[in-house]
């Protein structure tokens, strides 16, 4: 993970975790993440209404130019990412996965950022398909962002991780086990398999 907020934000939801697939929403504590939370946001799992925003953080409506909250976010991407997109989110709702993606941020008048995504699950009230927490957060931050708004998100890159070291039905009863450890960000492992058009290498501990 190259982007500050992103190591953070995984970090903090791997200790929330614990031994669970993935946390509770209202284990969620904002205070413990002051730091990020303007570039974090929740979403809501519903393929139905394309995954709107529940939660979004002000670095993060700054960057889009206008308040994310409500706002659905597959329509930030075009056809061809949509789909990639769409595939990630599925399989962090049904194996408890988490998705890092490289995102290239495009404005009306040609500038482009680097930036960097992550999609974590979460349960809601028992649910398991039923909130995504995530961040978004540039690799480097050029002098414009937040003055010019970003109006187009391309997908450079996508990485699959399964902190749980397998892949496991986000609601599969957890055998007991030890405190788990912080996945390595550059681990690979498991065969490579395709989500839209990329080619996905799972990342295990």
Not at 98 to 122: C, F, M, Q, S
């Amino acid at each position: 993970m190259k982007a500050a907020a992103t190591r953070e934000l995984f970090a903090y939801w791997n200790r929330l975790r614990g031994a669970r697939a993935a946390p509770e929403r209202a284990d969620v504590d904002p205070g413990q993440i002051r730091g990020i939370l303007g570039d974090t946001f929740i979403l809501e799992a519903s393929e139905e209404a394309q995954f709107p925003f529940r939660l979004a953080g002000s670095r993060l409506c700054d960057v889009a130019g206008h308040e994310m909250k409500g706002e659905r976010f597959l329509e930030l991407w075009s056809a061809a990412d949509r789909a990639t997109v769409l595939g990630a989110l599925s399989t962090i709702s049904d194996d408890a996965a988490v998705a890092v993606l490289g995102v290239t941020g495009g404005t009306e008048l040609g500038r482009k950022v680097d930036l960097e995504l992550i999609l974590l699950p979460l349960r809601h009230r028992g649910r398991t398909h039923a909130r995504i927490l995530g961040a978004l957060a540039p690799v480097e931050t050029p002098y414009w962002l937040g003055a010019c708004p970003v109006t187009r998100f391309e997908l450079a890159s996508l990485r699959m991780i399964w902190p749980s070291g397998r892949r496991r039905a986000i609601g599969e009863a957890s055998a007991p086990q030890p405190t788990p450890m912080t996945p390595s960000p550059h681990a690979l492992a498991g065969a490579a398999r395709r989500i839209g058009r990329f080619l996905v290498f799972d990342g295990g501990r």
